[in-house]
């Protein structure tokens, strides 16, 4: 193909229409955040803030109990990711690495539960947490993340630790290196762009989990952000400033986190798409 | 059993070390299948009870209803437009995903100055909540102060504000529009890393050949996508089938049933309406129609393969 500067210049130019289609609802975000509550009441809305109210940034931490909720919400991802990958590795490497019997059948186990979605099964698992107890505890909500996601864990690791030649752990392993040796130092370190997508697809669907913390919690202070958030805007109040400004604190760690392992990301799902 | 009492010591061993190594795969598995078993087997096994069985609204099992639960169900005038309006909204979504992803992939895979850029741009709508993303567009699409009212009106393509999310018919619209947009950036990297995959000498032989853009595309990289796009749709139709965020945060599936998908009906009839059974065979009901659409994918893919 001829590399015209003709089509390089289409492309870059279609390249950044797309960049910002994508970003201009949170740059709309942004903007809206920085509005004064009066500004927010004029139509037609303004483009950008008559006054740029930074101080909305500051304010928004006493106008609710952002912290509680932010805590809550890290706790919850943080720890379901924990608990998924924990469970995921060994059983993605032994089925990788072993032909046994049962191993069809929890495979296809896991390809079931893909098929479950919370949101599908809400009313089973509310009972559940009745039944066990557990309504309005975080517990409740780590279980619920670390199950849901462990089917992609398994699927996204299962095919990367297939993509890794057996010999090559041999040969650690025929070294001297033992076979935990030869897990950890050659298998595992080679694996770890599929181990990085496992890790930040679990974190941020438990990030941004919905519908099971909106239904099994209760006290404000158990409410991960997702479900405190639209409480800014209800029948009696509108402090969309305030919504998106703690919709901004949450999005913003989490999009630089993505921006850090983007390389990873393509690696790890092309093992997890093509095997 | 056998006679011969010099095999036993020896058997015995051996069988127990049978039984052992038969155990040995629990040791790897065993955490992820009491994880399973545990948070979703049970909600599955005590959703399809809990739709045979009669439930007061402070969560009491009054007894046993049969099958009252789906005939009260089936009875309800909402039921088939809010099912045909749920197939329309995943086929819909997942149809303009895919072909836009497949476009945004190729995209992402040419050299540009500042493709990086524009991949994390990518990425933004995936790490940000689809619910804060549902809320931004809802606030966009207001009324009074939306900005969406706001450019149409300086160019004149409306000349007075329009309530987009009161309309059914265009808050449908508007809600299947940011369900696509959420649903671009997984989608996308799942084709990047697709085309990333495809070796290079397949494109140097298509040139030899004298292959066109065209021919090269739809007769060697669409094909070779195929895995691809196969995985990506799958988990879509999942995905969107069960999206519940976008349409409770914009129109909470007013007004009436007009905007209701199934799930979100589901939601409703548990409670806000307290009917605990009936919104419990709504679930089995709806998981499936996600069984059925998955298969129905399957076959057709498959078919396509044959035909070829």
Known sequence: MKRSPVRKVLLTGVGWLVALIFVAPYLQMFLTSLKTEHELTKSPGTYLPGHWQWSNFVDVWKAAPIWTNMRVSLIVAAVATVVTLACAMPAAYYTARNRFRGRGAFLLLVLVTQMFAPTALVIGIFREMVALNLTDTLMALILVNAAFNLPFCVWILHGYFSSIPKELEEAAFLDGAGRLGALFRVTLPISTPGVITAVVYTFISAWNEYIVALTVTASPNRQPLTVAIPSFVTQYQAHWQYLFATSLIAIVPVVILFVFIERYLIGGLTAGSVK | ?308
């Not at chain 2, 990086?116 to 990518?122: E, F, L, M, P, Q």
């Not at chain 2, 504000?161 to 996308?188: C, D, K, R, Y």
């Open chain 2, 1 to 308: 059993m056998k006679r011969d009492a010099g095999f036993r010591p020896a058997s015995r061993p051996s069988l127990l070390r049978r039984i052992g190594r038969a155990l040995v795969p629990l040791l790897w598995l065993g955490p992820s299948i009491v994880l399973i078993a545990v948070v979703v087997l049970w909600p599955v096994i005590e959703m399809v009870r809990t739709s045979l069985l009669k439930i007061s609204s402070s969560g009491v099992t009054l007894g046993n209803r049969g099958s009252a639960n789906y005939t009260d169900l089936f009875d309800e005038d909402a039921l088939v437009p809010v099912v045909l309006r749920t197939l329309l909204w995943v086929a819909g979504i997942v149809v303009v995903t895919m072909v836009l992803s497949l476009a945004i992939g190729q995209l992402l895979n040419a050299r540009f100055p500042g493709r990086r850029v524009v991949r994390w741009a990518v990425i933004v709508p995936w790490a940000a909540s689809v619910l804060m993303t549902a809320l931004i567009w809802k606030w966009m699409l207001d009324n009074y102060s939306g900005i969406v009212n706001r450019v149409l009106l300086d160019l004149h393509v409306i000349d007075k504000p329009v309530n987009w999310l009161g309309h059914p018919h265009q808050a449908m619209i508007w809600m299947m529009w940011v369900a696509v947009f959420v649903s671009l950036p997984f989608t996308s990297f799942v084709i990047l890393a697709g085309l990333q995959s495809i070796p290079g000498d397949v494109y140097e032989a298509a040139r030899v050949d004298g292959a066109g853009a065209f021919r090269t595309y739809f007769g060697i990289t669409l094909p070779l996508l195929r895995p691809a796009v196969l995985i990506a749709s799958i988990i879509n139709v999942i995905n969107v089938f069960n999206s519940f965020p976008i349409i409770w945060a914009m129109t909470a599936g007013g007004p009436g049933h007009a905007t209701d998908t199934t799930t979100t009906f589901m939601y409703k009839l548990a409670f806000y309406d307290q009917h605990v059974g009936e919104s419990a065979a709504m679930a089995v009901v709806n998981f499936v129609l996600i069984l059925v659409m998955v298969l129905v994918y399957l076959r057709a893919t498959r078919w396509r393969e044959e035909v070829r």
